[in-house]
DNA sequence: ATCTACCTACCTATCAGTAGATAGGGAATC
DNA sequence: GATTCCCTATCTACTGATAGGTAGGTAGAT
């Protein structure tokens, strides 16, 4: 078998539990039920709901930049492909929405250190995207602008392909310029 | 004073809190106490949960589309702008996600009443947006597939504006093609 | 007399979180 | 080699708060 540890495996629960309902989605109750422990032994590894909260929030940020590898790797236009690829791959193969997708449009109602995590993901997604653009050859601001839209795009086409049950869409609106 | 009536005061309040956190952010007894009457109250005019969060999507549906007018009300290129314009307003005058960009997110979870609603808002929209495309020029499928992609770009300028506390990231955001 | 819009008073379920006990394992001490 | 001690990971048992929801009553307007 070789079952994951309890903290990963508590991880897992709650992250899946989170990308399907949102922060106020997951309990401790109902993650420790699933592993088979009591709630109270949840919080022997996690202190308090904001610390589990920004534990996976932080954890699939590095996840999904350790996919992507260096904005640079490659040649832009590969890496752009790699990029709308890693979002696909979180909606096709996990069947979920982008976590912080999700924890982005609940943003004003997060505790400050998920919040925070959120956050991070964005900027640090921001910065990747904007260094493959330059590398395209935009300048700065531009590059910003683009990595803004294009994460804007998924992010909405995940949003819209799950709401409308049509994952093709997705496909077909990552390959569509917007307005 | 000129109070509205209590239950468009229950709906104003459910939208703004499910516009903040979801749909497990609102709650009988948050809103009842904002109003100054008591949680059982709120039943007497929504029978239970669902049947409000169903409400205020149709509401948030109908004002949307209400306030958008005909698809061919105007020239495509003024009626795309005006389409782009109400949802910055839901950004910047309300200062909130899109309840439906919200709802759709958490999609999977929702009650089924709710989620139908949710779903209705995309199809419309696709519908209304699809019609100025083809009064644009374009085929059927592409213009359905482009009005996916603006609606998509759109939602996820909000989450991205909201996450990056740039507000105005969504202008440049809208004003710019993703891929 | 009925209807509207509220009320009090309650229910059961769930929430996050805490205190304190315990079983088992490993390491240090005798 | 046995004993002591501590650490890890779990448990039981609980708290106070909050959730959605219900039954039955009531004041005032039509």
Not at 73 to 83: F, G
Request: charged share 20%; proline share 4%; aromatic share 8%.
């Amino acid at each position: 078998m070789a079952q994951p540890d309890t903290v990963t495996r508590i991880l897992d629960i709650a992250e899946r539990m989170a990308r399907q309902g949102g922060y106020n989605s997951f309990s401790f109750r109902d993650i420790a039920g699933e592993i088979g422990i009591k709630a109270a032994s949840v919080h022997y590894h996690f202190a308090n709901k904001e610390a589990l909260g920004a534990a996976i929030a932080d954890r699939y940020t590095e996840n999904f930049l350790a996919a992507l590898g260096e904005p640079v790797e490659a040649a832009p236009d590969e890496m752009i492909q790699r990029y709308v690829a890693a979002y696909r791959s979180a909606l096709l193969d996990d069947g979920l929405m982008c976590l912080c997708g999700m924890f982005g449009a609940e943003i004003s109602d997060l505790p400050a250190p998920v919040a925070a995590k959120t956050r991070s993901f964005f900027e640090r997604n921001m910065d990747w995207l904007s260094n493959v653009y330059v590398a395209k050859g935009l300048e700065a601001g531009n590059a910003r602008v683009k990595a803004g839209a294009l994460i804007a795009q998924l992010e909405g086409a995940m949003i819209l392909a799950r709401s409308l049950d049509d994952m093709a869409l997705f496909d077909r609106i990552s390959a569509t310029p917007a307005p």
